[in-house]
């Protein structure tokens, strides 16, 4: 069976840092892109960086350009993502998804899986 599984989520001060992980099984992990994704209240689903198979091409949007760092791990099947330098905005349900070949694209409709969620909150 196919699943996603996020962790690493939580509370944070602003200027902190969080890991989040997406532990996969019931696919070929290095065959596919890995993509994160976040959804603010109110806020449609927004790409935040993706990952090719391979782990050689890799997106950021530029909201996070520079603070945040995606990686993949193709023989623990898990993909990561550091977050450093959080600030309030990247408040957020945070998402990993699964593209079902290997290529990275910033469009959600594009992945066709999907885990469940970790919440991020940035607050002082």
């Known amino acids: 069976q196919l699943q996603l599984v996020e962790s690493g989520g939580g509370l944070v001060q602003p200027g902190g840092s969080l890991r989040l992980s997406c532990a996969t099984s019931g696919f070929t992990f290095n065959y596919n892109a890995i993509g994160w994704f976040r959804q603010a209240p109110g806020k449609e689903r927004e790409e935040v960086s993706c990952i090719r198979a391979d782990g050689r091409r890799i997106h950021y949007s530029d909201s996070v350009k520079g603070r945040f760092t995606i990686s993949r791990d193709n023989v623990e099947n898990t993909a990561y993502l550091q977050m450093n330098s959080l600030k309030p905005e990247d408040t957020a349900v945070y998402y990993c998804?699964?593209?079902?070949?290997?290529?990275?694209?910033?469009?959600?409709?594009?992945?066709?899986?999907w885990g469940q969620g970790t919440q991020v909150t940035v607050s002082s």
């Open positions: 998804a699964l593209r079902l070949i290997r290529y990275c694209s910033v469009s959600a409709a594009e992945f066709q899986h």
